[in-house]
């Protein structure tokens, strides 16, 4: 075969790979084909169908050990000129970085002939040059110029090197964890003793945590490590997950006793702070009894000067600390930069969700009629306890808190339950209302709402707030996806951080959110994969627009869709393409209790503040559909503009487009390439209001064609002469699949599956069906000139 006509692969079996191998790289640190991301999962007509974005994929990456990756290699078939893949190169060594000081410094082109070195690590002088096969670089030559380029010495190795815990299902760090546990290693080898980690929520700060640890550890270098959080929760989870390992060396300090025979201990803050009752129980231990603190959740108290937990980090500062949150405090009084330094690494929810490791979630915005208009009672009403309302106009600010609209409670039950029905009555959902009395209420109207819900199992609805046993009780099965039951959760503040509510698909906003550290991780309840159980995204109604920061600068991943219903529509969008005080040892943190209210609060007469009124009406009143583009923009302008805009930016004109659908071998993967760039091929197709195939949808709304129906296209192939070719065998096959293209689109008919559905299968097997045609050849060519016939316009 001449060298010229080697295809990539053979170019990388015959040259590329042998010549890697050559320089010293063993077979088990060369990956090929090395995917680092999941895909971005982009949702269709029903949580079940749904489909992956493409992978980020290197065509190899080269470890040094296996958790320090060195460098990429982006190899092109031999008749490409040499320098062809070196952009594609830098831009997948950025995806793996992720920041401003790549971990994957090095990054190479070669079609087999020679190589491309980009090195990184240059600051003076060329940064590319020319290498033949037999001069790629050694691993220990890249180690050497990597460790210089991080200002490591020679005697970090034994610390930096240190390998991370292999789990026995196999399970490794993504690469983004692999990123965040080498950052903070390398800086706690060159001295550094106070590092910050920001992570979304759902992207294992824990596990991440965890593997920080156990290579500290193992190394030899940090001989007791105490694990800080405020929840009782998180640090049960994580003793019985991720930190599960340490096995006999772990305990958990409690019951206000110290412990000083083991190595790592894990703590609540409030259980080594003695309060009221106890002496603070964390000075029993020498001020450099621990090598390393990780304060879990640190947003919420240690970045405040004079809270509990400065007192803690301030008597063992001799220690390593790393401080690991999703949603950094940075106001006039709380900082966690002040304290903890700028961010070692950075992981967002907008990262995490185009990467395919978070779910994308849609708002459904609902405006009722008193929350934008305002009420202002009567002079001289009462409220159902006699008390005279006081005289003033009552905004949403107010409602709940300083006054009660029953007939709003009932609404917005009535709304969520609407929903739950037209979806999925058993999607497990939270409800954020304003304190534990408006969760009662809440509770009770959705009891009403749902009464044969509630027959089969009276835990459908829980209250789950901090004073009520009975719904703590009911936490972890809330939590476990097993189980069915709770299906409704309605808390103030419990639920909002720290639950790991794997598969909760609705979360209602009822409340008035005044932080966005607290949105964040309101947010970040629902954002866990997990596609076993159909839980690949989920939904946020909104009732006190507080889904207005999604458009703070400073929030870093959007929703897909918004969308706000009016009085006579169904809150279902279009489809797109610790509350209470404290018990026992404490579960809420400083922060928490500022927010808490019982519901129950006094003026100086003794008497509630909030008034209860029973006879005002509430109804849904405003519609409203917003989209969120894949950049994080919001789309002002209607759907159609917006996608006649996105296409044109693509596609200059017609005849762009018509080539590019006529290359296409599968005309699907020019729809995902659409969806991907945001066109919301679905929801188009509601707004216009019509039964069209996307080729014609796009045809229509970017470039003002006349459209076709499916079945107007299906029927002027069934006029032609196209049939006439085929015997009456393969005409039958040819005659239903052209029906199914007109009951469900052209991605059916190009899809290997649809030979084994109906009405296909009434033919006989897939091999007998193939066999109508003379074999696979022939029938893949029927089913190309079937499209090419369907878009004869093209």
């Known amino acids: 075969m001449a060298q010229s006509t080697l295809t990539e692969q053979e170019t990388r079996s015959r040259h590329i790979t042998p010549a890697i191998q050559d320089a010293g790289w063993p077979k088990k640190r060369v990956r090929e084909g090395y995917n680092f991301t999941d895909g971005r999962i982009i949702t269709r007509r029903t949580r079940e169908e749904y489909r992956r974005g493409k992978k980020k994929e290197v065509d190899y990456l080269l470890f040094y050990k296996p958790n320090i990756p060195l460098a990429v290699v982006e190899a092109k078939k031999r008749s490409k000129p040499l320098g062809s893949g070196m952009q594609q190169g830098l831009d997948y060594a950025e995806a793996l970085e992720h920041a401003r000081d790549l971990d994957v410094p090095f990054v190479y082109s070669t079609n087999g002939k020679a190589f491309l070195e980009h090195d990184r690590t ?37 610390l930096v090197l240190q390998d991370y815990h292999k789990e026995i299902d196999g399970k490794t760090p993504r690469y983004y964890q692999r990123v965040a546990v080498n950052r903070a290693v390398e800086q706690i080898a060159k001295g550094q003793d106070r590092l910050l980690l920001v992570m979304a929520t759902g992207t294992g700060k824990t596990y991440t945590a965890f593997q920080i640890i156990w290579r500290l550890w193992k190394a030899g270098q940090m001989g007791r490590v105490l694990f800080l959080a405020d929840r009782n929760i998180l640090v049960d989870q994580a003793m019985t997950n991720d930190f599960r390992p340490f096995g006999e060396h772990m305990t958990k300090i409690q019951n206000h006793e110290p412990e000083k025979a083991y190595e790592i201990y894990m703590a609540l803050y409030q259980a080594v702070t003695g309060g009221d009752t106890y002496d603070d129980i964390y000075t029993d231990y020498s001020r450099d009894f621990f090598d390393l603190v990780v304060v879990d959740e640190c947003h919420r108290g240690s970045a405040r000067a004079n809270s509990e937990w400065r007192k803690i980090l301030d008597h063992f500062s001799p220690a390593v600390q790393i401080g690991m949150t999703a949603t950094p405090k940075e106001t006039e009084d709380v900082s966690n930069q002040h304290y903890f330094g700028t961010p070692t690494y950075e992981y967002t929810l907008k990262q995490g969700i185009n990467d395919g490791f978070l779910a994308p979630y849609r708002v459904v915005r609902v405006g009722l009629d008193r929350d934008l208009e305002g009420y202002r009672p009567e002079q001289g009403k009462r409220d159902r306890y006699g008390e005279e309302i006081e005289d003033r106009e009552y905004t949403t600010r107010d409602f709940d808190r300083n006054l009660v609209l029953s007939e709003r409670t009932k609404r917005v039950a009535e709304t969520i339950t609407e929903y739950l029905e037209s979806t999925d009555p058993y999607a497990k959902t939270i409800v954020f209302c304003e304190d534990i009395e408006h969760a009662e209420r809440m509770r009770q109207a959705l009891v009403n709402e749902n009464p044969e819900r509630v027959d089969e199992d009276s835990r459908y609805v829980m209250r789950i707030t901090g004073d009520s046993d009975e719904g703590k009780r009911e936490l972890d099965n809330f939590i476990d996806p097993e189980s069915r039951y709770p299906v409704i959760a309605t808390t103030s503040q419990m639920l909002s951080t720290g639950v790991d509510a794997q598969t909760c698909e609705l979360i209602v906003l009822d409340q008035n959110i005044q932080s966005a550290t607290n949105f964040k991780q309101i947010i970040g309840r629902g954002t866990r994969i997990r596609e076993e159980y159909d839980k690949v995204s989920f939904t946020i109604m909104d009732f006190r627009e507080a889904s207005r920061r999604f458009a703070d600068p400073d929030f870093d991943g959007t929703p897909e869709q918004v969308y706000e219903p009016g009085e006579d529509d169904s809150p279902v969008p279009p489809e797109p393409g610790g509350d209470g005080q404290p018990t026992g040892e404490g579960e809420l943190s400083d922060d928490d209790l500022d927010d808490i209210t019982s519901g129950e609060l006094e003026d100086d007469g003794g008497r509630s503040r ?21 950049e994080g923009d919001l789309v002002t302008e209607s759907l159609t503009d917006y996608t006649r805009k996105n296409v044109r930016d693509e596609y200059a004109s017609l005849d762009d487009f018509l080539q590019r659908w006529n290359r296409a071998d599968r005309k699907q993967a020019v729809i995902d390439e659409l969806e991907e760039r945001g066109v919301f091929i679905e929801e188009l197709r509601q707004e216009v209001d019509k039964d ?7 045809c229509h709304v970017a470039f003002d064609q006349e459209p076709l129906t499916r079945r107007e296209r299906a029927r002027k192939v069934r006029e032609s002469d196209y049939f006439e070719e085929y015997g009456d065998e393969a005409r039958e096959v040819l005659d239903a699949l052209l029906e199914k293209y007109a009951d469900e689109g052209i991605e059916n008919i190009e899809q290997g599956e649809v030979l084994g559905v109906d009405p296909l299968t009434q033919f006989g097997r897939p091999f007998e069906i193939i066999q109508r045609f003379g074999g696979k050849d022939a029938f893949e060519n029927a089913v190309r000139e079937l499209e090419e016939r369907l878009y004869e316009m093209a």
């Open 610 to 630: 909030k008034y209860y009124v029973d006879d005002v009406e509430v109804e849904v009143i405003n519609e409203r559909v917003q989209y969120y583009t894949p």
């Open 692 to 698: 069209l195939d996307p080729f014609d949808l796009i």
């Open 122 to 158: 240059v600051t003076d002088g060329e940064r590319e040059q020319r290498l033949a096969l037999d001069q790629f670089p050694s691993p220990e030559e890249l180690w050497r110029r990597y460790r210089q380029w991080r200002g490591l010495e020679e005697d970090h190795d034994d």
